[in-house]
């Protein structure tokens, strides 16, 4: 029986992460990854690398380059004719960075001395795993400490079931072989947004059906009414209070019905619909019925804030367990893991993780809403600035959205930070980074920024925390 310190089951953002931080902290460590290719290989990188982040990022900016040539380049004097786009090309660069990312895992588990497995990992009782390779041939690991990292997987309603042709997933969103004239999108939330918007860009009709009568219902309420403002005026028909009840493949269409807010039923008429009503964690076949592991009341694994679930050496990460499902979460929980086995103190603030919509704009967030704040009774102070205010954005003709920071009113400490517009995900970082250091909206607002940037969006409105912005006029403070 082959022994290791540590057992990484999948190799997703959260496993791998786990397996390379375990590896280089001196431990002997395997990871099982079971994913497959249409041919038939091992593949490492999971939901993130392989049907998620990275290939809707290729697709969205892709499909963004194609929608800015087509219609905003004539504003800065380009003229432009017959552009077109292959779809087939747009897919097959997507495939390209997805197999370079998940070919470069295999690369840092070798330098790494990770032992990377293919097949299928089961967590049996007293810390064994079970390893059966692609071949189905069976063997037994033993794991001084095993880290489950096995994901979540599309949730699917059976009022709309995925048949791969018509109806797909996400992952089938990220294949389909010709822009569709009229495009149905169920659950308006992050996939949603993302894959409406690729297909929109390309020219799809896109209209997105949402159950919720509130638009992206835990965002800052201000940050999602401007943002369903800008998505609306792009062309996205985003209708709220539209819970879908089934569809009917009709010859080469899907009808779909929804019930609408007044309590009515409607039809529409799509080429395709996508299915983006969340994920599940995925938990089957990885736990055998003496594992011991416990799940908690939403089915994910049960587990306390440093990830260790109810039998001692046993931890999960990533999407199969509390929290937002996403990428760096689970991999600084992975990190997190890695370092407590190898006998560091390591922990996660879990109240500073950021959270982005790749949109154009992007939408992005840290910390608390300002309804967050409210709630908790807390007094606090609000600074807003639109980057129709910002040189840089007016100079790149990217003006839609702004940029709202919360502090507390007595100590003045930053909060959250709510961002609609261009490259917001990369200036929330800034404030997570501020967050992260203690920082007040007065330490942001005395931090020297570069201009013209688009960063200035974000001194302005920790400036305007206090009433103090330059370029904007301020609300009169009491
Ligand atoms: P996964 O990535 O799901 O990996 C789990 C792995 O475990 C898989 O490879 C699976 O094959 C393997 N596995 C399962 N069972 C077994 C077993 N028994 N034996 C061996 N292996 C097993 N998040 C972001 O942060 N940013 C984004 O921009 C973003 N975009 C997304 C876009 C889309 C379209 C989707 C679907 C998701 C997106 N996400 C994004 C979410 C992100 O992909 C997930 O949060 C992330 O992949 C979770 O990582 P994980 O390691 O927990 O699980
Ligand atoms: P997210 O959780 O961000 O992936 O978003 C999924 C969205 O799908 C949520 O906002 C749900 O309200 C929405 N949703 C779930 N079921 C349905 C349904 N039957 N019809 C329309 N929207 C739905």
């Known amino acids: 029986m082959s022994s290791y310190d540590v057992v990484v089951i999948g190799s997703g953002p959260a496993g791998y992460v786990a397996a390379i931080r375990a590896a280089q902290l001196g431990l002997s460590v395997a990871c099982i990854e079971k994913w497959r290719t249409a041919d038939g290989r091992g593949i490492n990188g ?59 895992i295999g690369q840092l588990f070798k330098a790494n001395g990770v032992s990377g497995l293919f097949g299928t990992g089961k967590l049996l009782a007293n810390r064994q795993v079970e390893y059966t390779d692609h071949d189905g041939k069976i063997s037994v690991l033993d794991a001084a400490h095993v880290i489950l990292a096995t994901g979540s997987l599309p949730i699917d309603i059976p009022a709309a079931p995925v048949d791969d042709k018509l109806i797909v997933d996400s992952t089938g969103a990220l294949e389909i072989a010709s822009v569709p004239k009229r495009l149905g999108v169920i659950g308006a939330g992050v996939i949603g947004l993302e894959l409406g918007s690729v297909w929109g860009r390309l020219g799809s009709d896109v209209v997105l059906l949402e159950a919720l009568e509130d638009f992206l219902a835990i965002m800052d309420k201000a940050i999602a009414r401007e943002t369903k403002k800008i998505f609306t005026k792009q062309g996205l028909d985003i209708r709220l209070g539209a819970r879908v009840v089934g569809t009917q493949i009709k010859g080469k269409k899907v009808h779909v019905t929804y019930q609408s807010k007044d309590g009515t039923e409607q039809v529409e008429i799509f080429d395709k619909l996508i299915v983006c009503v969340g994920r599940k964690p995925f938990i089957d076949g990885v736990l055998a019925p003496d594992s011991g592991v416990q799940l908690d009341e939403r089915g994910t694994v049960a587990v306390n804030q440093q990830c260790e679930t109810s039998v001692p050496g046993v931890y999960a990460v990533g999407d199969m367990v509390r929290g937002p499902m996403l990428a ?57 600035f639109p980057f129709a205010a910002s040189g840089r954005a007016l100079a790149a003709n990217d003006t839609d959205g702004m940029v709202k920071i919360i502090a507390h009113a007595d100590s003045d400490r930053i909060l959250g930070c709510h961002i609609v517009g261009p490259s917001a995900a990369d200036l929330v970082q800034q404030v997570a980074i501020a967050m992260e250091f203690g920082s007040s909206a007065e330490d942001l607002g005395m931090t020297v920024f570069g201009h013209p940037t688009l960063s200035e969006t974000v001194h302005e409105a920790a400036l305007a925390v206090n009433g103090n912005a330059i370029h904007k006029a301020n609300r009169k403070r009491k």
């Open 328 to 384: 760096h979460k689970g991999s600084e929980e992975g990190v997190m893991v890695a370092e407590r086995i190898a006998g560091h103190s390591a922990q996660i603030n879990y109240d500073i993780v950021p959270n982005v919509i790749y949109t154009h704009p992007e939408v992005a967030s840290v910390g608390l809403t300002e309804e967050q704040v409210k709630a908790s009774g807390d007094a606090y102070n609000v600074g807003t």
């Open 46 to 104: 999971g939901t993130c690398l392989n049907v998620g982040c990275i290939p809707s990022k290729a697709l969205l900016d892709s499909s963004h380059r194609y929608h800015d040539t087509r219609e905003e380049l004539a504003v800065h004097g380009i003229s432009t004719s017959a552009v077109k786009i292959d779809i087939a090309e747009m897919m097959a660069r997507k495939d390209k960075i997805v197999g370079q990312l998940t070919g470069g």
